[in-house]
């Protein structure tokens, strides 16, 4: 191989990722930068120094103060927004609080996180609706293809649309705007599952046409792990309520009232969301916009470079690509058993030291390698990567 181990961005030392290893799965579950940590073990010792001050008499004004400084992030009323530990409770809080009535039914994608597919079959269970499920194919044509492709699942029954902003095992960006235009004005209510879609995509919850968006600030924002929030149409707010019913009235009391507090915890993962927005615009010297079209570029760079090594075409329009990307890689010719990872992905961990998922995914186990592109990444890595996969792939021919 001529490559050596390549380098990461000069960007790098403002994070405490491992260096010996090529880590080119930010998707997954994000990285935070040391000045966010920093941050966060600060609100850590301000609880342990006083713990019922910090709780009684400081916490109401943190927690205030960090719902307007993300709602002002994703341009949307703060008193819309409430706290989640991920988009996954975020999911199964609005799941489990509508109303549901006889013959409902709730419509996924083939794309659905697993995650949010089983509480699905839970909820189903327990108040009575059925889940239809639409094949969205990938590799796609055009925006179009998706949007007729889930507007035929669509049924008189159908309460629920759920859907992902950006799925997880193909990073395809579902055109939720265009979706939810074609829902106004019927009884369909849209539930955008937004776990990738803060800090990698300019998101509006409040513009997008959707009745209920949770998103991540844990990944592409790079908040520390447990940070997410849940946006509610103001006229659906009243039947919301937390998965952990604690210390309210939850027939008096506002909205942001009924999820505030949710038992003793530690929250310094939501109070730092404020500087971790601060801080990647501060790192890289440049407004969000530009960082996350500096990762889009990136992205376009290595999907072509690694479709020419893999002799695999892009699967999805250029102008599409964003800071994840799912290529296909040749059928493994098994099933994976539970909790076993692709043998190639194991491979590029002890081998070669590169951290990257190998997903097998569908009904017919399609195949792909699925890339992460941030501002710590370098163009080389992913030139190392490609000449990895063309050793590993020729080998196997």
């Known amino acids: 191989m001529k490559t050596m181990f390549p380098f990461y961005s000069e960007h790098i030392k403002h994070w405490n990722i491992d260096q010996s290893i090529l880590f080119l799965n930010h998707g997954s579950f994000g990285a935070t930068p040391i000045k966010v940590l920093e941050q966060q073990q600060q609100f850590q010792?301000?609880?342990?120094?006083?713990?019922?001050?910090?709780?009684?008499?400081?916490?109401?004004?943190?927690?205030?103060?960090?719902?307007?400084?993300?709602?002002a992030f994703l341009q949307c009323n703060p008193q819309d927004l409430v706290y989640v530990r991920n988009a996954t409770e975020g999911v199964n809080t609005v799941l489990s609080s509508i109303p549901w009535q006889k013959n409902d039914r709730v419509l996924i994608t083939n794309h659905i996180y697993q995650a949010c597919k089983n509480a699905l079959f839970i909820y189903a269970q327990r108040y009575g609706f059925e889940i239809d499920e639409v094949e969205v194919s990938y590799p796609y044509q055009n925006e179009d293809e998706i949007v007729q492709c889930v507007l035929k699942g669509i049924t008189k029954n159908t309460r629920l649309l759920l859907i992902d902003h950006i799925s997880s095992p193909t990073a395809l960006h579902f055109p939720i705007e265009k979706i939810a235009s074609n829902l106004k004005g019927s009884r369909v209510e849209l539930l955008v599952d937004g776990a990738h879609a803060p800090g990698m995509i300019p998101i509006q919850p409040s513009e997008t046409g959707a009745q209920y968006y949770t998103g991540n600030c844990h990944k592409w924002l790079c908040a520390p792990k447990g940070a997410a929030f849940l946006w509610v149409e103001p006229k659906c707010q009243e039947y919301i309520n937390p998965l952990n019913i604690s210390m309210i009235n939850v027939k008096t009391q506002s909205f942001q009232d009924r999820f505030y507090w949710g038992g003793t915890q530690d929250l310094s993962s939501f109070l730092s969301i404020p500087k971790a927005i601060e801080s990647i615009p501060e790192i890289f010297g440049k407004s969000w916009e530009e960082v996350m079209e500096r990762n889009y570029m990136m992205s376009r760079k290595v999907s072509q470079l690694l479709s020419s090594k893999l002799q695999q075409l892009v699967p999805i329009p250029e102008g599409s690509i964003i800071n994840m990307c799912s290529l296909p890689l040749p059928k493994l010719g098994r099933a994976l058993q539970p909790g076993e990872f692709d043998p190639l992905q194991e491979k590029l961990y002890y081998e070669y030291k590169i951290e990257i998922p190998v997903i097998n995914w569908g009904r017919e186990n399609q195949r792909f390698i699925r890339y992460s592109c941030f501002v710590y990444n370098s163009l080389e890595q992913y030139e190392y990567l490609g000449e990895v996969l063309e050793r590993e792939l020729l080998k196997n021919k």
């Open 45 to 71: 010792l301000q609880l342990e120094r006083q713990p019922l001050r910090f709780f009684m008499r400081e916490l109401p004004d943190l927690h205030q103060k960090t719902l307007q400084h993300l709602g």
